[in-house]
C-alpha cells in the first residue's frame, strides 16, 4: 500500500495576453473559382472540368493567408469547417488571435 503525505502547494502568476484582429474583405464575385488541382482537367491544358463551370458551382473558403506589404506569407488561418463563398454578396472573415 502506498503511504500519502499532506503537502500544501500554492502559486502566484502573471501574463499579459494580447488580441490581434484582422478583417479579410471579399468582395461580391471575387473567389468564385476553385484552386483545387481536381477540377482541371486533365486532358485539355488548363481548362476546367464542366462540372465546376456551371452556375451551380459554389467554392468554399478553407483558408486565409495573411500577407505583409511586401507579399510575404505571415500567417495561415484555417477554418473549423469550410465556408461557401456566395456570388452576389459581400463577405468580411474577421481572423483574431492571441500573442
Known amino acids: 500500500m502506498p503511504s ?12 499579459t495576453i494580447y488580441q490581434t484582429e484582422v478583417r479579410c474583405h ?4 471575387d473567389f468564385n473559382y476553385s484552386t483545387n488541382p481536381s477540377c482541371v482537367a ?4 488548363g481548362s476546367l472540368n464542366a462540372n465546376v463551370t456551371g452556375s451551380d458551382f459554389t467554392p468554399f473558403a478553407t ?9 510575404e506569407l505571415l500567417a495561415v488561418g484555417k ?6 463563398i456566395p456570388k452576389n ?11
Open 63 to 71: 483558408t486565409i493567408g495573411l500577407y505583409n506589404a511586401q507579399n
Open 79 to 84: 477554418f473549423g469547417t469550410p465556408y461557401p
Open 4 to 15: 500519502y503525505y499532506p503537502y500544501t502547494m500554492s502559486f502566484q502568476a502573471e501574463s
Open 26 to 29: 471579399v468582395n461580391e464575385n
Open 89 to 99: 454578396t459581400d463577405v468580411t472573415f474577421v481572423i483574431k488571435w492571441d500573442s
Open 42 to 45: 486533365t486532358a485539355s491544358l
